[in-house]
């Protein structure tokens, strides 16, 4: 829903507002603020950022961004996390290509999810994928484990070796969230310890969806109904 509020001349917290003002209306709670002293409802990265952007009102989108919008609720008790990069007003063709792959790459991902396969082959293709492009796959970030917990084991890293890693099993609940760069995979944290930006100052995108292995393959659970 946050989509259509994304325009040039909005600050990142009224979007962190708005989104907050629906997750109340539906019921639920933002389970980032208050995690480890997070202070905002939502997660807001713009461009060179990561993840983990901090929604301030001195932000203020601009034509020609990315950014990415990280919602992360609690339902009776139940964690639910996605996010997804949008294009503010006309993106360069080069950054609306660095978000057509990333999103790409989630469900490159989401394909390889199904009981008795390896957790290192949905990194395995989701960096097969991206590195054609010449783009870095962030390895200091991972998708996770969740439901009752935010962040639990197993961590999913969007970059592994074919076949490596435990087998996913019906009812496991965990996050895919490739974060995808122009340029190099290394990140740097800033002094307010939460916002990540890439090393080179380059471009950053990502998505993510919380699944459920089922018996026979997964279900997103962070779909609209
Ligand atoms: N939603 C992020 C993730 O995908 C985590 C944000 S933690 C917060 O795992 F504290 F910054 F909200
Ligand atoms: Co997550
Ligand atoms: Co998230």
Redesign the pocket.
């Known amino acids: 829903m946050i989509g259509e509020y994304v325009k040039p001349g909005i600050s990142t917290e009224d979007l962190d507002n708005v989104c907050n003002a629906f997750i109340l209306k539906r019921g639920g709670v933002s389970?980032?603020i208050g995690?480890?002293g997070?202070p905002k409802f939502t997660?807001i990265s713009i461009g060179d950022t990561v993840?983990?952007g901090i929604p301030d009102s001195k932000t203020i989108l601009k034509d020609g961004d990315i950014v990415n919008v990280?919602v992360?609720t609690i339902v009776d008790g139940y964690y639910g996390?996605t996010?997804r990069t949008y294009l503010v007003g006309n993106v360069s063709k080069e950054a609306a290509k660095l978000v057509e792959v990333a999103k790409k790459c989630l469900e490159i991902g989401i394909s390889e999810v199904r009981p008795g396969n390896r957790f290192g082959n949905i990194g395995y293709a989701i960096a097969n994928y991206a590195e054609k492009f010449g783009y870095g796959v962030v390895r200091d970030y991972t998708g996770?484990g969740t439901g009752i917990y935010?962040?639990e084991e197993p961590y999913i890293v969007h970059k592994a070796p074919k076949d490596s890693g435990a087998k996913m099993e019906a009812g496991m609940v965990f996050?895919i969230?490739p974060m995808i760069n122009l340029g190099t995979h290394k990140t740097k944290l800033l002094s307010d310890e939460?916002t990540v930006k890439t090393f080179d100052g380059k471009l950053s995108a990502q998505f993510?969806h919380t699944l459920l292995v089922t018996e026979d393959g997964c279900e997103i659970l962070t779909v609209a109904d």
């Open positions: 389970a980032c995690y480890h997070y997660c993840c983990h990280d992360t996390d996010s996770h935010f962040h996050t969230e939460w993510e």
